[in-house]
């Protein structure tokens, strides 16, 4: 559909089709529910300034777009600014984020699902897209899925990686980052993203804000600090996201119960993502 006329809407129904219509997208449970709502897609270009100041925000190893793209294409010369960065946002179902307000330690079951299951479906439409661009005759690749890829951990970055996606989602005019990390989308923070770059040239989606903690009323307007009471490991403070206290508390604790209580091998939170006012959407200070 329209491709020829308008690559952006074809790209963006590609993204929404697969989640509105593959029976992949499911949390694997007895009724095969859905994993994701409708996604939200936004555009940067591969030349965009934000991704060379990356590398001092997230660690010098973090790629630009036409780095990532070398990874599966080595030997081609291409222009950064020939290249997009695919963004979207997969939200969390209402089913599942209501389940997750009322937990105070542990993920609900669906949250652990949606993150282990759905992650599975974030992977397979990552890999969808690339095989439906490709088809077109637009060379593609899915950084996260680039064996390449990897964590990277260092004293002044802790735990980072060579492709951050809630990055890219930032450039591409999805959200901001809120006091404990998560991204604070129009679809709020309870989601997951996922990306692709490709050698097509789309309208960059606006950027609605100057600053990266914009969305955050914390930051923008000095009040609600929800995520801080939300979380049981004391991972959110004031100083922002304890990486390492959110770490330990993903893995073992929430894995050991998530084994012992649902019967699958997995892990996940979420809990400064739901019950608190960025949940599903950009906050305001009428709802703290
Ligand atoms: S709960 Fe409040 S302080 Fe925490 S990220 Fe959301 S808006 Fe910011
Ligand atoms: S994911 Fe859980 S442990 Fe980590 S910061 Fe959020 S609430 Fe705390």
Redesign the pocket.
């Given at each position: 559909m329209k491709e020829a006329h308008d690559p952006a809407a074809w790209v963006t129904n590609v993204v929404q089709a697969f989640i509105r219509d593959s029976s992949d997208n499911t949390l694997q449970d007895q009724g095969g529910e859905k994993a994701w709502g409708e996604p939200l897609v936004g555009f940067s270009r591969g030349d965009d300034p934000l991704y060379e100041a990356y590398k001092e925000v997230v660690g010098p190893f973090h790629w630009t777009p036409g780095e990532a793209f070398a990874q599966a294409y080595p030997g081609t010369q291409v222009a950064p600014e020939e290249l997009t960065v695919i963004c979207w946002v997969l939200p969390q179902t209402e089913a599942t984020k209501a389940d997750n307000r009322t937990q105070t330690v542990y993920p609900a079951e669906r949250w652990a699902r949606a993150r282990i299951f759905g992650e599975g479906v974030n992977v397979k439409l990552r890999r969808h897209l690339v095989d439906a661009l490709r088809e077109k005759g637009y060379a593609a690749v899915a950084p996260m899925l680039s064996p390449q890829w990897e964590r990277k951990t260092s004293e002044r970055y802790t735990f980072s990686s060579t492709w951050s996606e809630r990055h890219a989602a930032y450039a591409s005019g999805l959200g901001t980052f809120?006091?404990?990390d998560?991204l604070?989308t129009p679809l709020g923070?309870a989601m997951r993203v996922g990306s692709v770059v490709a050698r097509v040239q789309l309208p960059p989606t606006p950027r609605p804000y100057h600053d990266h903690r914009a969305?955050?009323?914390?930051?923008s307007e000095g009040i609600?600090?929800?995520?801080?009471a939300?979380c049981p490991a004391g991972a959110?403070t004031e100083e922002g996201h304890d990486k390492v206290a959110c770490a330990q508390h993903l893995r073992p604790v929430t894995a050991d119960y998530v084994k012992a209580n649902y019967g699958f091998d997995g892990y996940g939170c979420g809990l400064?993502q739901t019950g608190?006012?960025?949940e599903s959407k950009i906050?305001t200070r009428r709802d703290?």
């Open positions: 809120g006091l404990c998560g604070i923070k969305y955050c009323l914390f930051f609600c600090g929800q995520c801080m939300r959110v400064c608190v006012p960025c906050p703290v």
